[in-house]
């Protein structure tokens, strides 16, 4: 049986986990730049379209971003809800996108783009629209990462997959936030 000391130093390892932030990082000595992500869609904030959703035609949002910095390879899309009752859940994941990429259009499939589709957390590749509980008004994020490399992983990696091969290659980054609710 573990004793209280042991289970101290798990607690205090798993908060120091959690107050690093957890994400993927930046390459030694640089600092994260920020990019800015916008949406004809939506609006910063702004309820997510029908048409984006479960309940309309399951289609990505168009995105902007604006340019990368010069030493860009790669950028990485991820769409996330950290509103959900499990904790944060992903609804999609593109990823080795080409660097001059600055907009996907709606329903954008990242092998147009140069790159792949990773596995959501409804356990398949591509995307998968805001889908919360019926009655409730969840948050989603769309993080746009710009990396100093390609991943290079295969088509369907997963999140982890993603975010382990992401660590120390992170330039830039930005988010654009938006609501939905059946």
């Not at 949406?39 to 479960?54: E, H, Q």
Request: glycine share 10%; aromatic share 8%; hydrophobic share 40%.
């Amino acid at each position: 049986m573990p004793s209280w000391k042991s289970a101290r130093i798990v607690l205090v390892l798993c908060a120091a986990c959690r107050s690093a932030g957890g994400g993927p990082s930046p390459p030694p000595g640089a600092a994260v730049a920020s990019i800015a992500v916008t949406s004809t869609a939506f609006r910063s904030g702004g309820a997510i379209p029908v048409d984006s959703t479960c309940d309309g035609a399951n289609r990505s949002p168009q995105l902007t971003f604006s340019a990368p910095p010069e030493a860009a390879r790669s950028l990485v899309v991820v769409a996330d809800d950290p509103d959900a009752p499990g904790g944060t859940f992903t609804h999609w994941i593109a990823y080795d996108l080409r660097p001059d990429v600055v907009t996907l259009p709606e329903a954008a499939d990242p092998a147009a783009f140069g790159g792949a589709s990773g596995t959501n957390d409804f356990q398949r590749p591509g995307y998968a629209g805001p889908c919360p509980p019926k009655g409730e008004l969840h948050h989603y994020d769309f993080r746009v990462f710009v990396l100093d490399a390609r991943l290079g992983l295969a088509p369907g990696a997963t999140r982890a997959e993603i975010d382990a091969a992401m660590s120390r290659h992170v330039l830039a980054q930005g988010v654009l936030s938006g609501t939905f609710s059946h």
